[in-house]
């Protein structure tokens, strides 16, 4: 069993101070790994680095967004505090935040970066993603924001109530794959665009599964709030999938013509 860190030692802002450092370490990680993504493989740092802005914004408020869907009665209390739609400090949902950032960006792409390179972009993102959002999953472990079933595995943690999976523990675990993943592929030669399609598909997945260790989920027509967002980050590396199979295809088809020749 994991034991449980008890931060109720410290006080309230302190606490909460520490939880922002650690947030804004991840987003001033991730750009700045991004950017040494982007130089590293031959694309432009300028458009990484506004891709990367693009990135935060709109992950930061789609996952703000996507929030709310968490909270029972959720249009009565912003009908009482409007504002609550645009402090994005409010609240997060990775789901949404991933989702939205990569919506963000794509418009971005779509507009700056030259066309055979966008998709380049978003392998840069998919491999070095894990390490800031693993800085973040720590703060929820830390904090113990994600508390899940009740359990006599040996992965549950001792939580005051009695022994429960920590969802955020979990998530650490599979990025932590993730990474070994990607680090063993980094020197395949892979269709552009093949590291975020995997990335989506297998969180998705992930998230799917994970799911099954909540405690009670608020659900909305039938579905949980994360086997809504698991299934946009699916369809969403489905579709990237697609102009990469595509892509594969047309290289086989191009080989198999040459060596015809």
């Not at 410290?10 to 993504?37: E, K, W």
């Not at 924001?145 to 022994?163: A, F, M």
């Not at 799911?211 to 699916?234: E, K, S």
């Amino acid at each position: 069993m994991i034991p449980y860190p008890d931060l109720s030692v410290l006080s309230v802002p302190a606490t909460q101070i520490a939880g922002r450092v650690l947030v804004a370490l991840a987003i001033v990680l991730g750009h700045f790994l991004l950017v040494a993504r982007a130089r590293r493989v031959g694309l432009d740092p300028t458009i990484a680095s506004v891709f990367s802005a693009c990135l935060i914004g709109g992950g930061l408020l789609l996952g703000h967004w996507f929030k709310f869907l968490y909270w029972p009665s959720v249009w009565p209390r912003l009908a009482e505090n409007p504002l609550a739609l645009i402090n994005v400090s409010f609240g997060q949902a990775s789901l949404g935040g991933i989702v939205g950032g990569l919506l963000c960006g794509w418009l971005f792409l779509e507009w700056k970066a030259p066309a055979e390179d966008r998709m380049r972009y978003l392998d840069a993102v998919a491999f070095v993603f894990p390490y800031p959002w693993m800085l973040g999953r720590l703060h929820c472990a830390l904090v113990h924001d994600h508390p899940g079933i009740r359990t006599t595995h040996w992965l549950g943690v001792r939580y005051p109530d009695g022994t429960r999976f920590d969802l955020a523990i979990v998530e650490l675990l599979f990025l932590g794959a993730i990474v070994v993943l990607f680090l063993l592929l980094r020197r395949k030669k892979l269709p552009a665009g093949s590291l975020c399609a995997l990335f989506l598909l297998s969180y998705g997945l992930f998230r799917i599964l994970l799911d099954r260790l909540h405690v009670d989920p608020i659900r909305h027509m039938g579905l949980t709030v994360d086997q809504w967002g698991a299934a946009a980050a699916i369809a969403a590396g489905l579709l990237l999938l697609l102009p990469v199979v595509r892509a594969h295809q047309l290289v086989s088809a191009t080989s198999f013509q040459l060596s015809e020749g």
